[in-house]
């Protein structure tokens, strides 16, 4: 019998088993021994616990028949009828087509983007220039969507410089707002070029924690600055790139409202109504709050079930994962 072993301790030719601590116990014990720790924790989970977890009380309405002068308790259950109204709306197929569509159009174009431009940002040597790039593709980002979706209406007005230019090449002038087949094209075109630079400060975060050794091993084995690029420097940001990507299949469906209704109209709905707007025509426009929630409940599930979905299917292709 050896003198120490996993879980039992050898005194004198008797075995004594080590019992393992209760959860309870253990939590505890880390309470004592980190209490400042927690402390400074609490504010923090008291904010989520009030501002995140408490609402979602108010999720069950989406099952009820709510009025406000019964409360959320006195309302009467309906179960799925909500749901299943929502699924036998005219406007179902519509709003949804174009929530995905503008989704998979802002995947497809938008989140290449800031990769291509910290990239090419990388392969800049004068840092003059590299960091007037940075500043000039970063300052769209803090401009407030009221100003941009302002700037936006001006600039694709009939008397505005797209159109002076459209003019120039002997192109007929149009108000491109209301033009259903451009509103696409005028969201997801502002869209990349707002968030173009802001995005790509993660990337060129890791960027520069490539090791610098694999470009000199690179070089060495004669490798330019291209093959370079495609062995050392796409691969060295991969897991990155991975993880944002699974963040943004999570928030697919989460179009943004506040420049879709500061973009739209009547004219272009075919388009541009997305779920959420008419999340916001059907809660508070019409009051209807029982089934805006049941609209918006189902947005939250199908975002959820693709951020597993992702998360899922990158951890099996490539073993990187959110958890």
Not at 29 to 38: A, R, T
Not at 60 to 69: G, N, Y
Not at 122 to 140: A, G, H, I, M, W
Request: proline content about 3%; overall charge positive; charged content about 15%.
């Amino acid at each position: 019998m050896g003198d120490l072993k996993i879980g039992e301790q050898a005194i004198s030719g008797h075995v004594y088993v080590r019992r393992k601590d209760s959860f309870a116990s253990r939590l505890s014990k880390d309470l004592v021994k980190n209490k400042i720790i927690y402390l400074m924790a609490l504010p923090v989970i008291a904010y989520y616990l009030i501002f995140d977890y408490g609402p979602m009380y108010g999720a069950s309405i989406a099952f009820k028949d709510f009025s406000a002068m019964k409360g959320i308790t006195g309302s009467p259950w309906v179960g799925f009828q909500n749901f299943s109204d929502f699924f036998k709306d005219v406007y179902f197929t519509r709003i949804v087509r174009n929530t995905l569509l503008l989704s998979v159009y802002n995947l497809i174009f938008g989140f290449p983007a800031p990769i291509i431009l910290a990239l090419l940002l990388n392969e800049v040597r004068k840092q003059l220039f590299k960091r007037f790039v940075q500043s000039v593709t970063y300052l769209p980002h803090f401009i407030s969507v009221m100003v941009l979706c302002g700037l936006i209406v001006d600039f694709t007005s009939r008397n505005g410089i797209i159109n002076d230019l459209l003019a120039f090449m002997g192109m007929e002038r149009v108000t491109m707002l209301l033009k259903p087949e451009l509103f696409r094209s005028i969201y997801v075109g502002s869209n990349i070029w707002q968030e173009l630079g802001w995005g790509s400060i993660i990337y060129l975060a890791a960027l520069a924690g490539i090791d610098q050794d694999l470009y000199e091993a690179a070089t060495i084995d004669g490798a330019g600055r291209f093959k370079q690029m495609l062995h050392v420097t796409i691969p060295g940001i991969m897991p990155t790139v991975i993880i944002l990507f699974i963040l943004k299949m999570g928030s697919m469906m989460n179009v943004g409202f506040d420049k879709i209704f500061l973009l739209y109209n009547p004219l272009t709905y075919e388009t541009s109504d997305v779920i959420s707007t008419y999340v916001y025509r059907k809660g508070i426009l019409e009051a209807n709050y029982s089934f805006s929630a049941a609209v918006g409940l189902f947005n939250s599930i199908i975002n959820f079930v693709l951020l597993v979905a992702t998360n899922q299917f990158s951890k099996k292709v490539n073993e990187t994962s959110l958890w």
